[in-house]
């Protein structure tokens, strides 16, 4: 099976709240984690990464929480917009890999106005 | 600054046929990547390059051939076009630090295989 995977295929959400959005890996060798939004007809973009060394890592609305005893990593976005609604990737990388990044199978945010 | 241009955006074939996705980038960047994407359902990696002349399978590579004779361009073939190859197909190119690996996609190519 896949070694990363989200809780929750569909997340919907009123504009203004804070969304969560889950992601479980399952390598401990795993260091490096991005998450990617994808909207409608386009290419999944970098949002935030964050390395193992990390708990914590913070960008323009958006948080990422890394829980390394648990294999859980969250992505926070806060005050959530319209245009925040997408399908949002986490992606892992292992050390010693071949530097291409296993993707998990996404989480749909749907944001309400 | 084009980024990663993919083309076809859109492509119908017949079962049997041959074709050939153009990815092509403008970052420099050494490592470039194919991936499907089916509906409900992530990214599966195909084939990978870590540079020029060098490239690798990925996850499902069945089906599919590369080649990376520049830096700049990392062609995918179909070989001979199945409706299992039915999919969206997104190239990508990475810019890889000490510390992070970025990953920048093209736009996609929606692919009907009849």
């Known amino acids: 099976g896949e070694s990363v995977g989200l809780h929750l295929p569909t997340l919907s959400v009123q504009e203004g709240d804070n969304s969560i959005i889950n992601c479980a890996y399952s390598n401990s060798a795993s260091d490096y984690f991005i998450w990617y939004k994808q909207e409608s007809g386009k290419g999944p973009q970098f949002i935030i990464d964050?390395?193992?060394?990390?708990d914590k890592r913070q960008g323009q609305r958006v948080t990422v929480l890394l829980n390394k005893t648990v294999k859980h990593l969250s992505l926070q976005i806060a005050a959530t917009q319209p245009g925040d609604s997408a399908v949002y990737f986490c992606a892992e990388n292992m050390a010693g890999g071949s530097y291409i990044p296993t993707f998990g199978r996404g989480t749909s945010l749907i944001v309400h106005p | 600054n084009a980024g990663v241009t993919q083309t076809p955006k859109f492509q119908v074939l017949k079962t049997g046929q041959s074709m050939t996705l153009q990815c092509a980038q403008d970052m420099n960047h050494e490592y470039m990547s194919w991936y499907r994407q089916d509906p409900g359902m992530g990214l599966r990696l195909i084939h990978y390059?870590?540079?020029?002349?060098?490239?690798d399978q990925g996850e499902v590579p069945n089906g599919y051939n590369v080649s990376r004779s520049t830096t700049e361009d990392f062609p995918l073939r179909l070989l001979s076009a199945a409706p299992s190859q039915t999919s969206v197909y997104f190239c990508a190119s990475s810019y890889i630090t000490g510390t992070t690996n970025i990953q920048y996609f093209g736009a996609g190519t929606r692919l009907s295989v009849l």
């Open positions: 964050i390395r193992s060394n990390m």
């Open positions: 390059s870590v540079g020029a002349g060098i490239t």
